[in-house]
């Protein structure tokens, strides 16, 4: 509780979190929300400054772009958590057993994070949509695969420090199994790490997913996607620098947010800074 | 402040009619930038335009087509027809060497069309010579088993360019040529894959030697990038100015744009062999489903026409359809008739950067095919790979559509026929990459190439052209026209219809 108390004094957090769940709202409600269908168009309504009618204006095909971008949040959020959870979901298993029981396995694990770490995320996520071609699922595959090292690597160094506490001492001189201790005794400890290290890659992950839909690799057209509209807009940025300007914004926001939040939850969640912000 | 600007026109006036006192200067590297890396620079293997125009600097043709769509002579300064048409003398320019020093004469034509005749797939443009004879050093017979009308048109070509017998002869069994050495004004010095071709003034040019030192070919695959490297002066011109930006580019002092008629129709072929696109109402249901006027208005800004042929109006043999209107309900209507069901998924394949707003157009036939209740989903591909891509044998061709364009360069119907409808060219043998077959076409267009006279060709044509439109193997879209642009420093430079930005007699102020 006193968590949450810190962390609604952080005015910056806040601020990070009404902008997420504006996006939330946007993306639950998209159909209801836009003004809009997202894919109806008309040639000859092409490239629109904003206007009433159309409050961002349109887009190539003169399909309404306000529109287009908040069912692009859908895409965006979708892409972000899945991803996440991917790595969430191999991540944490994995540098647990590795912290926990150390030894050649532990070795082998710390060895081929390593190496994947030694590629920028966004060139290995590349690299995978470039094996299973591109798409929208693909690439949340690929950016949940980049993300995994870094849970390897973060929830390891938590549970290296935690096995040696005296709880899970007790917990094994009681007999307890081994996984049952990692299960009920260690990650509940590293839960604050996690869910710091997950809103930040929250960002990164729209980020990236953006980026591979701008170089053509991400969500394939017609799908109202942010990054692959701004990578269409590059056509057109000199006659209609709206259509880049607003799913750029839209991106810029949505990572805004979850950096903010995330830092915010970091120093919430810090035992260190208790009551002092 | 209009005085200043009158004083500063008045200053850029004399500077101007300084530079025109001077004439042309010599020297300097011009820079022009285009979409795509060559395929190939081998005469055997190239099949497209960017291709063409590198290699068109540097190895001749015997004949070629001036900008005014003209043939004249080049390798051979005249030819003539023997009384029953079945055989074409050529005489050759005299005192010709090739870079390399041989000399160029009626031996290194023969070995040059032989190895033309021996790669089946050139083989469209000469199939009807039966023999190619050396009369003597420089008078080269080619004799043919049947009058075959666009022969001249064909040897204009700019793929049937002479290369040095010596580099045929030395090149290893299944390679291709790679810098090839002719007898052009200028000579292969560099390529480096994907991003530039660079080639040099040939100072024993047999005709008016280049004033330029060089000229560089960037490959720059982004219209938006290209225009923006032409903006900050770091290339002299460059081909396909997106149409939206033209009229801005038109205004910016320094830079001109130059708009040409290109002989280039662009279609969306249907895979003709695979269901449901056997079904000739479904491929007539799809080409009323867009809108091909809004296409040409809305996405190309005017720049070029909607297609009621398969080849445009400057072709010989030309004969105007009626389009397919844009009726989406008549396309449903149809579709429910094929029994094709809401919500059917195809695959439509498209290069992006190769074709006046390629991707942008796709986009829209998408959104049209959505109309009327189909999916489309888009793939594109590096050109390359489209192209290979799309020259499988019939049985492993698994998309259902493409977008192509072809540059019908000889200006007769019988390149932009045959060659893409005739059952004879499926790929990989040819250009009919989509498999259409109508005995009845394959008839007319064997006819029309060995019949003389020009009138009966082209009824033949017009019959042919007829069948193929109620066929609608395409979805037919619209011949485009070039916006290219250059700074106006440059002067000289010949924007050919072909496609080709010809640097020969190009100087920089």
């Not at chain 2, 040099?200 to 490297?229: C, I, Q």
């Amino acid at each position: 509780m006193s968590t949450l108390r810190r962390l609604a004094r952080h005015r910056l957090a806040l601020f990070g979190a009404a902008v997420i769940l504006l996006f939330a709202v946007c993306a639950i409600f998209a159909p209801y929300i836009a003004p809009h269908d997202p894919y109806a168009f008309s040639l000859a309504k092409k490239l629109q400054p904003p206007s009433r009618l159309h409050l961002l204006g349109t887009d190539e095909l003169g399909r309404d772009l306000l529109s287009r971008i908040i069912h692009g949040t859908r895409v965006s959020l979708l892409m972000a958590l899945i991803s996440v959870a991917i790595g969430l979901a191999v991540g944490v298993p994995v540098g647990a057993l590795s912290g926990f029981y150390g030894g050649w396995f532990d070795l082998l694990v710390q060895r081929a994070v390593d190496i994947l770490l030694a590629f920028p995320g966004i060139l290995l996520a590349i690299v995978v949509v470039a094996i299973l071609g591109p798409g929208l699922w693909n690439a949340m595959l690929a950016v949940g695969i980049s993300f995994i090292p870094t849970y390897v690597r973060v929830v390891r160094g938590s549970v290296l420090e935690l096995r040696e506490k005296e709880f899970v001492e007790a917990a094994r001189a009681l007999g307890t199994h081994s996984l049952a201790i990692i299960r009920r005794h260690i990650l509940p400890n590293c839960l604050a790490p996690i869910i710091v290290l997950s809103t930040l890659q929250l960002a990164s992950a729209i980020l990236w997913a953006s980026g591979l839909g701008f170089l053509g690799l991400g969500a394939q057209p017609p799908t109202p996607e942010w990054g692959t509209m701004l990578g269409r807009s590059q056509l057109y940025i000199r006659v209609a620098p709206h259509v880049a300007i607003f799913p750029g914004l839209a991106i810029a926001l949505a990572v805004l947010g979850f950096n903010l939040l995330g830092d915010g939850l970091r120093d919430a969640l810090d035992p260190r800074l208790k009551g002092r912000l | 402040m209009k005085r200043i600007g009158l004083w500063v026109l008045c200053g850029l006036l004399g500077l101007s009619a300084m530079g025109l006192a001077q004439g042309p200067r010599m020297g300097g590297e011009l820079i022009i930038a285009f979409g795509t890396d060559p395929e190939s620079l081998d005469p055997n293997k190239i099949t497209s335009a960017p291709a063409g125009m590198v290699l068109t600097h540097i190895a001749e043709t015997l004949l070629t087509m001036t900008e005014d769509l003209e043939i004249a002579p080049l390798l051979a300064e005249s030819w003539e027809f023997s009384e029953d048409s079945l055989a074409l003398t050529l005489y050759l320019r005299k005192g010709v060497k090739f870079h390399d020093g041989t000399p160029f004469n009626a031996e290194a034509v023969k070995v040059n069309l032989e190895r033309f005749r021996r790669a089946s797939y050139r083989f469209l443009l000469y199939p009807r010579v039966q023999r190619i004879e050396v009369v003597d050093e420089y008078t080269v017979r080619l004799h043919l088993d049947m009058p075959f009308a666009p022969i001249i048109s064909h040897l204009s070509h700019n793929f049937v360019a002479m290369v040095s017998p010596k580099q045929i002869a030395e090149l290893p069994e299944g390679q291709d040529i790679v810098a090839p050495i002719g007898t052009g004004p200028f000579k292969f010095d560099k390529w480096v894959r994907g991003e530039y071709v660079r080639i040099v003034r040939n100072d024993e040019y047999w005709g008016p030697k280049p004033y330029v030192d060089a000229v560089v070919f960037r490959v720059v695959p982004s219209d938006a990038t290209r225009l923006v490297l032409l903006e900050t002066g770091q290339v002299h011109a460059i081909m396909r100015v997106p149409p939206l930006d033209a009229p801005r580019v038109a205004a910016t002092p320094g830079l001109e744009v130059v708009k040409v008629p290109s002989v280039r129709t662009i279609y969306i072929a249907f895979n003709y062999q695979k269901a449901p696109w056997t079904d000739r109402r479904v491929r007539q249901a799809l080409n009323y489903a867009v809108d091909k006027e809004a296409i040409v208005k809305e996405i190309l800004g005017g720049a070029g026409g909607v297609s009621d042929a398969p080849i445009m109006p400057l072709i010989f043999g030309y004969s105007p359809q009626k389009p397919y209107e844009y009726d989406p309900e008549k396309a449903k209507k149809l579709l429910a008739e094929a029994g094709i069901p809401k919500g059917f998924k195809v695959t439509l394949y498209h290069p992006t950067g190769r074709y006046m707003m390629d991707a942008a157009i796709a986009e829209a036939v998408q959104a049209y095919l959505r109309n009327v209740g189909i999916e489309a989903e888009l793939i594109t591909m590096e050109w390359a790979a489209y192209l290979s891509f799309l020259f499988k044998p019939v049985h492993e061709a698994t998309f259902d559509m493409f977008l192509l364009g072809w540059g019908t360069v000889t200006l007769d119907a019988d390149y932009g026929l045959f060659s893409l409808f005739h059952t004879s060219q499926w790929a990989p043998a040819g250009q009919n990459r989509f498999f259409y077959s109508n005995p009845a076409v394959d008839a007319l267009l064997e006819k029309a190439r060995v019949t003389p006279d020009p009138e009966a060709r082209k009824d033949l044509y017009a019959e042919a052209i007829k069948l193929i439109w109620q066929d609608a193997p395409w979805i037919f879209l619209h011949y485009e026209v070039q916006i290219n642009a250059q700074s106006t420093k440059v002067k000289g430079l010949i924007h050919h219809p072909r496609e080709y930005i010809l640097a020969h007699r190009a100087w920089l102020e």
